[in-house]
C-alpha cells in the first residue's frame, strides 16, 4: 500500500528546558472519521504520540500519513511508517515517532492531520469457475490476473491456492471469505476460510489467496477426491474508489502541570 512519511517543521513558542515535554490530548471528528491524539511527549531528539482512528462509516478508511505533518518552524522533523486501512465501523491505534533535535524545549506546535481516504467499492466483477481437476491455470477477471499456484483434493478436505496481479488503475480488494464450490448435489459450498479481512493491492502488486473445503456431506456423491468441483468467485474480486476526506489542523499545547509533575 501507501509509504507514509511524517513531515515536521520546527518552530514554536519555547518552553523551559525539561528532560520530556508532555502536551495535552486533542480530538477532531467530522461525519466520516473521528481522530483521537493523547500521550504527546517530546524527548530532546523525539516526539511522540498515540493516535486512535475510529471509521465512523460503512465504507473501507485510508489513513496515509505522507501527508500529514507538524508545522515546528526552524528544522524539519520526520518519521516514516506504513499508511493502513481502517475496516468498517472499526478503529486503529498506532504510536507515531518524529526525529529532530531541542524537541523537548517546545511549548507549542501545530499538527495538520491529513490523508484520509474513504474507499467506494464498486460492483463485484464476475469471474469464471474454476474447475477442479484443474482444466486450465490461469484466468483473468477484469483488471485481476488469477493464477492457480496448487492445491491438494481429498475425501476429507480440500484446499486449494491462487495468486493474482492487479492492474487497474483504483485498489484492488479480494474476498477469499467468500469462495464457494458448487458439488454434484448441485448445492453450493462456503470456504471453511473465515479470515474476513480482504487483501488489498494497488496497481502492479500480487497476493496470494486460498480457500479450504472439509469431507462434505452426501457421501459418495459429494466425494471431493472423487467428484468434480467447481469453485465459485462471487463477491471475491472488487474495486475500490479512493476518495479524500478533509482532515484538520490540530494545535498542540504544552500541559504545564504534567510536565512539571514528571521531571
Sequence with gaps: MFTLGLTTTLNA???PKYDKIYYKPVHF???VVKVEIDNIVSLPKETKFRMSITNKTGDYLIYNSEESSFTIPDQNVSAKDKSFIIEPNGSKTKVYRAFGENLNTIESFTYVCEGFYQVKMQNPLEAENFRLPVAKN?????PYSVSHV???KATGK?????TANYQGDNLGFIFPVNIAVIMPDGNSYATANSKVNPIIL????SDSFSAYWNRMPGGSKNDMQLREMNITFLGV?????PVKVAGKSISIEWDEAMTDGKN
Design 138 to 142: 490461469n484466468f483473468t477477471v477484469g
Design 29 to 31: 471528528e467530522n461525519e
Design 158 to 162: 480440500t484446499d486449494i491456492k491462487f
Design 13 to 15: 513558542q519555547k518552553a
Design 150 to 152: 496448487g492445491h491438494k
Design 237 to 241: 474480486f472488487v474495486e475500490g474508489t
Design 202 to 205: 494497488k496497481k502492479g502488486e
